[in-house]
């Protein structure tokens, strides 16, 4: 629901499921059973370990890949060690295809990255860092969660029920700079934004020495280039 939601403009697009399981979860039948997702989506039994079953799934024309683990699962190494696999498999058999992958654990991060994942997401790390940081700032799990899920169709309009709404109509979205921004400084390039827009913009996406980094709101210290990347709510 969230890949398809109107904001993402991804309606084009197709998404083709391959799982272990010979068939879906009760909750993904009835979603599957839906008009639209049925002309959309694709479920098919099979694993990324095997060569047919990537070209049944048609892995060499892909945009990108994901994939998941299972948060709840009771060996979260192993769980970790299948996806590292399943990285490995896709990085010989589609090089060119973008791999996002999640790991449970933080100390697999370096194994996933060697696999051949393009991006990893540590679901461990990410939790921790929540409530560590919910503990300093109260509220601060929900505020990260609604900025990074797309609503539509929300009520209240009276009170805090309009405030919370509006609140939770804001999202976070990724966009290259426009060319007039470059050369201005990143507080600059900010308030121009705000202005025209009414969105505000955070952080910026650079590379340093190579490596990429997100730097949250560096002021007047940062000068925007051509093909920045700049983050916006």
């Known amino acids: 629901r969230e890949f398809y939601h109107r904001d993402n403009e991804l309606q084009d697009h197709k998404v083709v499921i391959l799982s272990s399981s010979p068939e879906p979860s009760t909750a993904l039948a009835a979603l599957l059973s839906v008009p639209f997702y049925e002309a959309h989506v694709t ?8 060569a047919s079953d990537l070209v049944r799934a048609k892995a060499a024309t892909a945009t990108a890949i994901f994939l998941t683990v299972d948060q709840l699962a009771a060996a979260a190494n192993r769980e970790d060690s299948s996806v590292i696999l399943k990285a490995i498999a896709l990085s010989e058999y589609v ?16 194994h996933m990255a060697a696999a051949g994942a393009d991006v990893i997401l540590c679901v461990d ?3 921790m860092g929540l409530l560590a940081q919910s503990c300093l700032a109260p509220g601060l799990c929900t505020l990260i969660t609604n900025l990074v899920r797309s609503y539509s169709d929300v009520g209240g309009t009276a009170g805090w029920t309009h405030e919370y709404t509006y609140g ?13 921004l470059s050369g201005l400084t990143f507080a600059a390039a900010a308030a121009a934004i705000y202005a025209e827009l009414s969105a505000i913009t955070f952080a910026v996406f650079v590379y ?26």
Not at 99 to 104: A, E, F, K, N, P
Not at 168 to 180: F, L
């Open 95 to 110: 090089p060119h295809v973008r791999v996002y992958t999640q790991t449970l654990h933080r100390r697999n991060i370096g």
């Open 208 to 233: 340093v020495r190579g490596q990429p980094q997100v730097w949250l709101n560096p002021g007047h210290d940062y000068v925007i280039a051509a093909g920045d990347r700049l983050f916006i709510i």
């Open 125 to 127: 790390e990410i939790k």
């Open 43 to 50: 479920y098919l039994h099979g694993s990324p370990l095997n």
């Open 168 to 180: 939770i109509s804001q999202e976070v979205y990724v966009e290259v700079a426009a060319p007039r």
